[in-house]
Nanobody, 125 residues
Framework: VQLQGSGGGLVQAGGSLRLSCVASGRTFSTFGIGWFRQAPGKEREFVGGITWNAVNTVYADSVQGRFTISRDKTKTTSYLQMNSLKPEDTAVYYC???????????????????WGQGTQVTVSS
């Protein structure tokens, strides 16, 4: 599975962006999807995730209520809708896929087997 993230850019504080993660090679219909981010000088951190059947989602406290993860019915794309963006949301955002297909959202990097290349999100104050 190859993952391609897109949708990043420059936005003012309070604005919105929607990131996409498209799978190629095969669908990730049975895979859990996670989103992570890495700010300059910081470690990569979990943002949120969704199970393969979209029943369960988990979000980091820092984005709870502002970010929403979804996946479309074609089973090839996942989205990270980001609202009320803050300068501290500035980072490179990565999508990842968990092939185990469990009913629990993985929150650690080691829970994921495939990674996209990252897309830059910059929020200006």
């Amino acid at each position: 599975v190859q993952l391609q993230g897109s949708g990043g850019g420059l936005v003012q504080a309070g604005g919105s962006l929607r990131l996409s993660c498209v799978a190629s090679g095969r669908t990730f219909s049975t895979f859990g999807i996670g989103w992570f981010r890495q700010a300059p000088g910081k470690e990569r951190e979990f943002v949120g995730g969704i199970t393969w059947n979209a029943v369960n989602t988990v979000y980091a406290d820092s984005v709870q209520g502002r970010f929403t993860i979804s996946r479309d019915k074609t089973k090839t794309t996942s989205y990270l809708q980001m609202n009320s963006l803050k300068p501290e949301d500035t980072a490179v955002y990565y999508c990842a896929a968990d092939r185990t297909g469990g009913l629990r959202v993985g929150v650690r990097e080691i829970d994921y087997n495939y990674w996209g290349q990252g897309t830059q999100v910059t929020v200006s104050s």
